[in-house]
């Protein structure tokens, strides 16, 4: 039997892609707004190859795309009826480049926009999770990712539905401009009651870029005793604008409304190596799922993996300025080119 998550974890860090929403909307294949993942009926074959490149970058995950196809969002856009078909599809395409890999196979929960305090709507909340845990167990995924929980109420009942399912869980909170949940919690305790109700793996995932979520996860790793997850967006979030959604262009006014998210992030952008220095930081602290997520591109979990000490297939390909015609250092490429170099 092939090795588990947390046999994977015992060897060392787990790399984990996620950002399938920004990076399919971008491509054309997903609608900024609603974001749900339509693209798993319309569009099967992009999906696929979307796992093949994370995969073929680093990532030891496949984790099939149901982030925001549960119930409430299938409703918004008037495909309720279509829940069950998308979800099943999705697992199957992830399933299927999993086994052509070595690669985890992963259900994926998240938010669902409906927690409140009350006993109704916990209610709601855990039937949506059953439904959609449900249908992970049936295909055999490996573990179940839940994720992007801003309240940590809503965080343990995806991770008892998990559980009750006898499956391995990675459960992460988004910390938004407050460094605590929505119901109140430091992020220490909360990892730390998310630990001691059985989750395998707990940590912080979307909102905040490398800069903003790297400060916070000290006092998770002291306050937890198993593995801890990192996975921010791949932009330059900073103290003032420490979320991706709080970012503002500063330019001259074209992004409508001067607000960039969803839409217009492109000028804030993580480069390469600065996911490489968050990861090779992350890692120093005792980090050891780590990965990106809203706005991730291959590219960026290539380096996340090679930063790691790891040599993926698209390592094949990583940069090597030394043959460039104008830049390269290759003697054969000398003469008249070094001079027009001068001018670029």
């Not at 409140?116 to 999770?129: D, I, L, P, Q, Y």
């Not at 990861?279 to 005792?286: H, K, P, S, T, Y």
């Not at 300025?321 to 003697?331: I, N, P, R």
Request: with cysteine; net charge negative.
């Amino acid at each position: 039997m092939a090795d588990g998550l947390l046999e994977r974890l015992a060897r060392g860090p787990v790399v984990c892609a996620e950002g399938y929403l920004f990076e399919l909307e971008r491509r054309g294949y997903l609608q900024a707004g609603a974001f749900v993942p339509e693209v798993v009926l319309d569009h099967p074959e992009v999906v696929a190859q979307l796992h093949r490149d994370f995969v073929h970058a680093g990532s030891d995950v496949v984790e099939a795309f149901t982030y925001y196809g549960h119930r409430e969002k299938m409703r918004i856009v008037g495909k309720e009826h279509l829940l069950e078909a998308l979800n099943t599809q999705a697992l199957e395409i992830a399933k299927e480049v999993a086994a052509g890999s070595r690669a985890l196979f992963a259900g994926d929960i998240c938010n669902t926009n409906l927690f409140e305090n009350g006993e109704a709507s916990k209610r709601t909340v855990r039937s949506m999770f059953e439904e959609q845990v449900g249908w992970a167990a049936a295909a055999g995924v490996d573990y179940v990712i839940a994720e992007t929980f801003s309240h940590l109420g809503e965080a343990l009942i995806a991770l008892d539905v998990v559980k009750q399912a006898g499956l391995p869980a990675v459960v992460t909170i988004t910390v938004h401009q407050a460094p605590r949940t929505r119901d109140g919690f430091e992020l220490d305790d909360a990892c730390r009651r998310l630990e001691a109700a059985g989750a395998d793996v707990v940590g912080l995932n979307c909102g905040r870029g490398p800069a903003t979520m790297l400060p916070l996860l000290g006092a998770i790793r002291e306050a937890v005793s198993g593995h801890v997850a990192a996975l921010p967006v791949p932009y330059r979030t900073h103290e003032s604008q420490p979320t991706f959604q709080s970012l503002r262009d500063s330019g001259d006014g074209v992004v409508p409304g001067g607000m960039p998210f969803p839409t217009a992030l492109e000028p804030f952008m993580c480069n390469r190596y600065e996911i490489a220095e968050f990861a090779l930081a992350a890692r120093e602290i005792g980090i050891d799922y780590l990965g990106l997520c809203c706005g991730a591109g291959p590219h960026h979990i290539r380096s996340l993996a090679e930063a790691l000490g790891r040599t993926p297939p698209a390592s094949k390909y990583s940069p090597d300025m030394s043959k460039h015609a104008y830049f390269g250092t290759d003697e054969s490429l000398k003469g008249e080119n070094v001079e027009f170099a001068k001018e670029l």
